[in-house]
């Protein structure tokens, strides 16, 4: 037993495999129905999948029509599915198949759960549609026809039976499934609906759903919205290639959605099976429900109508030794979409978000100008181009923003022109002001031997440089009845990464404080190329973009004029840990699971999800890397920076990755431990690959 492969198991992570199969039928032909069935059983098994789902009535085919009412069809139906079950006896995948089942004289369309050779249950469909090209009450009965709750079949006896039945995994108890078909999920208040307030997890839906014009991107509506609604994971699987075309056409469509996104969805019109797979992450969906009160209040609002539902637990076999890394795609970037449309679309809402915040706050204080510090780096970059835009929109001249670069000991020349240009070609009152006199004063003050000529660049040196910025900027902010407006980031308010009180910590008002430095990176170059404030201003940005992170409170530059002092030297790499912070302030992940994830998503340059990134500047990572970056980023968000945070100045919440508000997001007691989190951490094996 390989420690590191069990840790790289998706199931060791409360993650599962699922498949919606898409098979190949025959008309009215049940045994080359359950073949074709047994054959994608098979394949699910060897792709670790767990649980797999099948089209409605696929082991008869859904468009038999009155063929339904021969005994010949129904007799066959009952051999195929015993044939299935038989199959399945070594087969450790949770199967749902569709196939009419005649009962107390009412024919009934059905699905079947199973589990290696055992029925599990029997659904009946719900609703049945009985409109344009649909004729189902000419052929089975509803649901709610039936007076029995269990049924004997195939001999096998008391086998649960009805439209409220929940089959939770005795060994996963967060996976509870429940199935409803076709019609179902398009009715007003879905089955579904109640079953996931219910408890159930992961929503099945064995479908027929013929092809019209315009027909799939309404089912991908209904399917995602309905796994948003239920904070669910929903899996539907159509019919397609097989079925009869004397009227109708399909297109066999599958999707898996999970909480509303997309996980995996089947090639439509193929002329073969499919059998698509995608990885559901338990975890995010229980953590949902638990942090969206108002799920739980709809719980209590239909309480009566959940005690209906019953629960059948089983055990299921499932293989949590060994390598089994996922197969679902993660952005590398999670605050940044890799789609470019889609990304420029972010960006250009963020700057909606980011403007209409500022200019509320500056017309409420009846402020007369807007007071920024520019540093040349990424974050009073940002700062200042939402500033310009917020005064194109209030229609006041860019003059009203007093924009100062403030050098000290270790500013770069480089930062320092770069700032200058961005002023000057923005088109804002420019001025600046050397820090190093008043530092030296500081320094003298308080007996800091830097001022008698030693080279200490401590944490005091180089907070007296921050300080002193910030206090200037507050002062001239009197001066001129101005706002004083922040530039500190998401990430680095997370990792404590600002100086308190008079600092970056602070300001009048802050603009960029939910927005991670990722996503900052990417605003920027938006700004740049699509030439937002002016074609003489996106060769600067452009520059700005190019340099390296740095805070530059300890002299020295590199023969290249960049700054030697490397923010993510000590905080570790930004992209990285805005990876962590997503997942473990969104979702509350674990940490071993934020490392999971890390390493499929990053361990790998071949993988997807660079969007745009010049090679040079692309990283992999290790699961030691990974581990290593993580602690730093867990000790500091836990244990040292909520202090920091708790007494924020205000600013607007930009995304749903969250923000760390006081006011908002994030509520924490400054004074708390991280052990939780770093013993969780020693999970994570030291694997340097």
Not at 373 to 384: F, H, K
Not at 608 to 621: A, L, N, T, V
Request: proline share 5%.
């Amino acid at each position: 037993m390989d420690p590191k492969h069990d840790f790289l198991n998706l199931y060791a992570h409360n993650f599962i495999r699922t498949a919606v199969a898409l098979p190949e039928v025959r008309v009215a032909d049940p045994e080359f129905n359950a073949v074709q069935t047994i054959s994608l059983l098979k394949k699910s098994a060897e792709q670790k999948i767990l649980l797999t789902v099948f089209p409605e009535l696929g082991i008869s085919s859904y468009s038999c029509e009155d063929l339904f009412h021969q005994q010949a069809l129904l007799d066959g139906c009952l051999s195929a599915l015993e044939r299935i079950l038989d199959e399945s006896r070594n087969i450790p995948v949770i199967g749902l198949v569709g196939l009419p089942l005649r009962i107390d004289g009412l024919l009934f369309n059905c699905a079947a759960a199973f589990y290696q050779g055992k029925l599990l249950g029997v659904i009946p469909k719900t609703y049945l549609p009985n409109y344009r090209e649909f004729y189902e009450l000419r052929q089975f009965a509803p649901a709610d026809h039936s007076l029995r709750d269990s049924i004997d079949l195939l001999g096998q006896t008391e086998i649960p039976f009805g439209n409220r039945l929940l089959f939770r995994v005795e060994n996963q108890p967060m996976l509870t499934f429940y199935a409803e078909i076709c019609e179902d999920v398009w009715v007003p208040i879905p089955p579904s609906s109640y079953a996931a307030l219910a408890g159930a997890t992961i929503l099945v839906n064995l479908s027929a759903s013929n092809i019209t014009v315009g027909k799939a991107d309404y089912r991908r509506q209904l399917v995602a919205n309905q796994s948003g609604r239920c904070l669910s994971a929903y899996l539907y699987s159509a019919s397609g290639m097989g079925e009869s075309s004397t009227d109708l056409a399909w297109d066999g469509h599958g999707m898996i959605y999970e909480n509303g996104s997309k996980v995996a969805e089947s090639a439509r019109f193929s002329y073969s099976e499919q059998l698509v797979s995608g990885d559901i992450d338990l975890d995010r969906l229980v953590q949902e429900r638990m942090r969206q009160t108002s799920f739980g209040q709809s719980i209590r609002s239909h309480s009566d109508e959940l005690k209906k539902f019953r629960t059948i637990t089983f055990p299921a076999s499932i293989d949590t030794e060994g390598l089994i890394p996922l197969q679902r795609r993660y952005e590398r970037f999670p605050f940044v979409p890799s789609d470019p449309a889609r990304r420029d679309e972010r960006c250009r809402e963020v700057y909606e978000i980011q403007v209409q915040a500022l200019v509320k706050r500056f017309q409420a204080t009846g402020a007369d100008k807007m007071v920024i510090g520019v540093s040349g780096g990424l974050d009073s970059t940002q700062a200042l181009i939402v500033c310009a835009r917020a005064m194109d929109v209030m229609g006041l001249s860019r003059f009203h923003i007093l924009a100062y670069t403030m050098p000290g000991f270790a500013t770069s020349q480089r930062t320092l022109e770069q700032a200058r240009q961005l002023i000057r070609t923005i088109g804002c009152t420019y001025s600046e002001i050397d820090i190093r006199p008043s530092c030296l004063q500081m320094l003298k003050d308080i007996g800091h031997p830097f001022y008698d000529g030693k080279p200490v660049y401590d944490v005091t040196f180089e907070n007296v440089q921050a300080g002193e910025r910030t206090s200037h900027l507050f002062r001239l902010a009197n001066q001129y009845g101005g706002l004083v407006v922040g530039t500190s980031d998401l990430s680095e308010l997370a990792l404590g990464w600002c100086t308190y009180g008079v600092g970056d910590h602070m300001a009048h008002y802050h603009v960029n404080a939910s927005v991670p430095k990722t996503l900052i990176q990417y605003l920027i170059r938006w700004a740049a190329e699509t030439h937002q404030l002016g074609s003489a201003v996106s060769p600067v940005l452009e520059d700005i973009l190019e340099t390296e992170i740095s805070p530059e409170l300890v002299p020295g530059e590199d023969t290249s004029g960049q700054p030697v002092q490397r923010t993510e030297d000590v905080v570790g790499p930004y992209e990285l840990q805005d990876f962590h912070l997503y997942y473990i302030l969104r979702l509350g992940y674990l940490p071993a699971k934020v490392a999971f994830l890390a390493w499929n998503t990053w361990h790998d340059k071949a993988l997807p999800g660079w969007p745009d990134i010049p090679e040079s500047k692309r990283h992999d990572y290790t699961l030691h890397d990974i581990k290593k970056w993580l602690k730093i980023f867990v000790r500091r968000f836990f244990k040292t920076s909520q202090y920091k945070r708790s007494c924020m100045a205000n600013a607007p919440k930009v995304g749903s990755g969250g923000s760390l508000s006081p006011r908002g997001d994030w509520r924490a007691p400054s004074d708390g431990e991280a052990k939780a989190w770093l013993d969780e951490l020693e999970r994570i094996p030291d694997y340097k690959g």
